[in-house]
Nanobody, 118 residues
């Protein structure tokens, strides 16, 4: 069956960096656009970043532009999120997902916690 497994979360000080990874299995990874979402404590889940199947195009939420970079390695079935200049408001559970259409996401990982201390 399809599995998406996130890793790389943790506790970091404001201004620091983390790199999240999402390992996919049970699907033809290179056929899917991929996305990252996050859910801050007590808030709704929100879009963070997305990357097309080839990696040729990316897009980001305004709140992370210039600080986060999404990338993928189709040979390793992984998608990554490099997060720099982290802020306390970046604290959230981060999820990866497969995108099958405009704002349509069908498979989700279990999430990884990112906590940014001030």
């Amino acid at each position: 069956q399809v599995q998406l497994v996130e890793s790389g979360g943790g506790l970091v000080q404001a201004g620091g960096s983390l790199r999240l990874s999402c390992a996919a299995s049970g699907l033809t990874f290179s056929s899917y656009s991929m996305a990252w979402f996050r859910q801050p404590p007590g808030k709704e889940r929100e879009f963070v970043a997305a990357i097309t199947w080839s990696g040729s195009s990316t897009n980001y939420a305004d709140s992370v532009k210039g600080r986060f970079t999404v990338s993928r390695d189709n040979a390793k079935n992984t998608v990554s999120l490099q997060m720099n200049s982290l802020k306390p408001e970046d604290t959230a559970v981060y999820y990866c997902a497969t995108r099958v259409g405009a704002e349509i996401y069908n498979y989700w990982g279990q999430g990884t916690q990112v906590t940014v201390s001030s």
